[in-house]
């Protein structure tokens, strides 16, 4: 027959087995986690990003527009440059005329939107002109 304290050191060994939780499950419960985190943060990174990426491309559009500018006042014999290509190989800027979507600026002269005698757009993320998502130099 089992002595009293026997019985207990068997009743606490079995208990100690139960109480914990294994690799396994607590791996599985990382997971369900790091899932829920994904569905429910990786919507506000996405849309963040997308508007740095306009950001971007405002930023790059108000260069081109101010070089623009400089170049009209030191040639006054025409009304903007024929190209924005003109303006990056004479140094007016430091960037090539691409939007943050690898999308060539679109470029007018003389412009029929903006008011300022040329136009300046980028196409956007859907990389279409004149869809709602175009970004605009005169705006």
């Known amino acids: 027959m089992k002595s009293h304290t026997e019985g207990l050191e068997s009743t606490a060994r079995r208990l100690s087995r139960q109480a914990g939780m294994t690799l396994l499950e607590i791996m599985i419960v990382l997971a369900i986690i790091g899932t829920l ?4 943060i990786g919507p506000k990174i996405l849309n963040s990003f997308k508007q740095s ?4 491309t405002k930023i790059l559009l ?7 500018i400089e170049w009209k006042t030191r040639n006054t014999q025409a009304d903007c440059p024929a190209t924005l290509d003109e303006l990056y190989q004479q140094k007016f800027v430091n960037a090539k ?6 999308q ?15 136009d300046l757009l980028s196409k956007g993320p859907d ?4 869809s709602a998502d ?6």
């Open 97 to 102: 005329p691409v939007d943050t979507w690898g």
């Open 104 to 118: 060539p600026l679109v470029y007018r002269c003389p412009g029929q939107a903006s008011g300022e005698g040329y």
């Open 134 to 139: 175009d970004v605009k130099g005169w705006e």
């Open 127 to 130: 990389r279409q002109e004149g």
């Open 62 to 68: 108000n260069q081109y527009n101010q070089a623009v």
């Open 37 to 40: 985190m994904a569905f429910l």
């Open 53 to 56: 990426q306009i950001q971007n």
